[in-house]
């Protein structure tokens, strides 16, 4: 995710984004010099086969397949982006109403402090599972002896520190320290854990169906390499300029769904899981009045991670 | 499901996608032959009917049809598949949240580890229900005697393993291991697995209606077979290449709905149910410390079923 | 609802769909006539007025609208079609889940198995409301004498015999079969039951808006009976053919909208109620360890009802 | 609303749709006199300026943003009278709820019946609140003394009656009518009631933005105003015929989007408020087993109020 | 937000929408400058390169880029208006049920008292939070001193008044001014007030994928600009007016996105937070029989903010 932006149209235009250009850079180059070339046969093709040139309302035809594939993949991508980035912001929400009722219902109870830390270990635990990363030292800093080898080991680590989550509410309940309601009303809130656990693993395991890439690939990159001899036709030494701008709306469209359909990962526009881990942390700690012990993340460039 | 999946625009462009591509091989040959014929009669036909031809324009008052054919043929499939895939996120986290409540609330009682059993019976017999498949094994393996023979018999089984795992939730509130608010706890969870139950068989008894299906075929085919005449008369020889790359993008995207509409299946772009119901138990399993007796599930090629 | 499908895009192609081509037939005609006349004028036309001819073009500008109208009109009754299998869905999994704890809380109460003749008469009642039906014979077969009369007479019955599953589980609880949370756990239940109630009337009630359906009807009878005179300038003798599909595309596209926007009739893209009363019953005796006492109903052709 | 609808394709081609005709004429008038001109000017214009002369494909590049305009402005506005709908939908299913509890619950409890009316009186002053109506002569027949004043005062009516509604609940809770869980399923569906208020009071005071409304009125009126030129090109005398047709679909588009878009009001298309209050208490009087004291409101022509 | 509309079409055509038109301008004077230019060198051009010049079909091809984009854009954004809109109508949802709970269940208690308060300094304190604004004025006038300091100096300012309103119904829980399934009841809108603060943050903190931005505003801007050379061709000195016409329609569809996508801002067409607190405390303050102690806010021309 970007840290600022701007909003003139002017530096908009000339403005380097990184982590698209790179990938449709080949295609692009090759539509550049498919043009070159089809502008210097033109006068000998038409000449030749005029009975046989492609021209643009040929293209229409395919426009239509285009245009449905390129808004699918455009809308379902993004969808799965703004879902990943709720179940993130429904573990902020979900988090803070367990360390409300932690710390209202128990403010001296060392297994509610123990319930808040645990929350914060979720959270980078769920990170750590769904970018492949290590969550090690933020464990070994938030989670007691009691859990802390079991959830090292294990290869569902949010369940399983969920599980112990439960564990705890269920030993405060027995304890005395909880009502039986109110073991009920920070039960409902592990549901809820456990529901933004089941989400992203879903969005994470799930990719768009193979069948839809294969084709979307295939429609653009045809698309996209028949544009020149198609322009060509009608619009002459001006192909190469258009040709490959056109090309570029259509490449650049077709990766920028590819990186948000993976919305976990850590390119330019995908989640700043990191950021949101601390966020969580930092929120949790001022209401228990304390600072967050690890550092903030740093921005690389423009973008958060 | 596919397992790994590649990002490389190169491969993707010559990938042979075994599920879609037999399916439309016929009427793209037919597209291809009527191509061959249409440019060689074309020279004939203008001189003869120079007022009676097909032409590129025609075609695009055809697209607005297609265009609302295909464009919602392949959304709702789309939904559907998406719908189906978070029902059985569904399963997971209802799964995982039973386990958690039955294991931190009656960590030594046997019909809570009775329960845990009964929820990963619960998923296969559902697998086995949408996919016509045989779940005996499983339930076997799951089941206690008390219910195993009625679920065997039973038509809608996980339905009885539900009402079933009701039964134990009762019984173990009546032994006084569940207070009145924790058995009610559960019982909502058992609400959201008669959800996923019904939400599955919803999806899978209820096709898009037949009527779609019938227009959809009708449009896609005869455009795609019209297609020839109409490009032949300003693109000559280029004719045939042109005109099956069309059709092809029509006709597989008529096909991967066709696929999708049904995400219970076995083919390569449905649900790998038998993966789902193996990983659900996995991490049952490891909230409990224990391993999963039954082994997982291979991929065959490179799709999970 | 149809009971078996065909993917054999060879036989879609020829199936006659009955609820749909005989009302768009008299305008199908009307398009063919049109268009032998127009082709059989063409050259006095042409001849005499030939700055005043519609061309293809021409239709393009009208196409935007026509594209808006049908895919709108398109996803809104589909829309509606789903919402409402939804409910019947939603239908069938609180069923379920009042029986399952009926039948867990409460297993040998004889107000437990009147709840549970209960909800069948509800479902049974529902269709009856929806459809215009009648719906006696099953209430007598499923309604004590204490609600029968009132529920026979009453002008809303599902919410009479609703009423009345209050007032049972109310003496329930009254008679101490459910503890307070027992019977909370049933009347959320209830609650849902109300939702289907309120959610199925509600589409019942409300058609999409008169003046959509005017624009609509205009806007495609118009179009396709202006159709011949604008392809008839560049496709001649091909113009009857080419014509009437192209209208059939569309006016099949109309009235399947007008068929699922009701989707509790009795049309062949209609939801089979009858099948779905009959499910409901079989799924809840089933869990009773007993048959259901009514028989299935019968397909009429391809189609369920 | 309209009473009863007809689906005959002829009758809806001619019949007259009051509520949107009135409203556009001005324009089509418009639109039909600079036809008239065109086509006159038509000869002398092209041989004196050959060179600048409007035709069908500018038109289609002005097309995508009128496209992208009705097409949101349209499903934006139904969306908004869905909700809307939905909105009212919930008020008679959460009503009936109360209204369930209540009976069952309390049978012969004084407050238990003044709850049941509170709930229609809400009903009505939603719908005053609403329409800027007056609901006094309702409020009068349905509150005790003990509220009345306060809400014929007050400015958030309806709000005030749930604030009520919440006291009468309580003092059962009080008085021993309900127990504490009791009272809680009371509550739950007071909460529903604030979202009923508090959903339809967001539609009614948020109109689409400004711009939104600045933009679609400028374009679809100068497209409309320009239509004439483009066509006369080539289709001359048809002109008139075919521009007031194009025109009339895109301005009666936008006249619906704006009278869907305060779905509220007392138009032909919007929601009928009035029955549904009266539908309202039907039902909840029928559950009582009384019948209702207001007339029914009478249709005016085909559409209910 | 505007304050009052008009519906007339003739006023819509002419007024002036501040908040859009002097952000388009610079590009809407460089297409008129770019048209003038072309229309001048037309003749010359079309004489030496007769076989290199745009014209309008080259434009449909980058149409279907520009439609998914700015369909796209659009539909997001509004989106995001309207969610943020329904988060804020929740708030006034869930105070007012806040409210209702406290009076009714302890209308004479000093902290029931302070809770709604504190509701209302939780909407300031929100809004302030979501606008970089300063709530400290409203903040003295409705905290207590047990958190004032706190809330003052504090970071995440709503999510502290949120732990604090934890602590004051789990006193009055304590105190017995609440049962145990009262003080649940408070707990369960108090954790729906945690998901309004964290679904506004979550607005509030992601933009669109910056990409999306850069696309778009390319796709437009280059769009814009080489609009005057492919009209110029067909309609000659009519292209400024119709060049600077299409451009408007684009260019401020983009910004109109712009303006929409961070809906908390003080723009024209941004929410009007201010009224909207104003309303929760008037509300609020009704149900308590009082005044809100804070004047209006005044709307600035005819927009509110």
Known sequence: MIVRSTSSWLRLLFVWHGSVLPRIMPRLLLVFFISIAAAAVRGWWLSEHADSALSIPAFTLMGVSLAIFLGFRNSVSYERFWEARKLWGSLLIVNRSLARQALSLAPDNADARRLIDGCCAFAYALKAQLRGDDAEA???????EEILDKALAGRFKPALILAWL?????RMHRDGALSDMQWHALDRNL?????????CERIASTPIPFTYR??????VTVYSLLLPAGLVTSIGWLTPAIAVFIAYTYLALEVIGEELEEPFGKEGNDLPLSALCHGIESSLREMQGE???APAPE??????Y
């Open 166 to 170: 439960g564990q705890l509410t269920a």
């Open 299 to 304: 921005p690389r460039g423009i973008y958060l």
């Open 214 to 219: 294969v084709l979307l690939n295939r429609t």
């Open 291 to 293: 600072d967050v012990a």
């Open 138 to 144: 933020h464990l070994r800093r938030l989670l007691p």
């Open 191 to 199: 549901n809820s854990l456990s529901e933004v656990l089941g989400g």
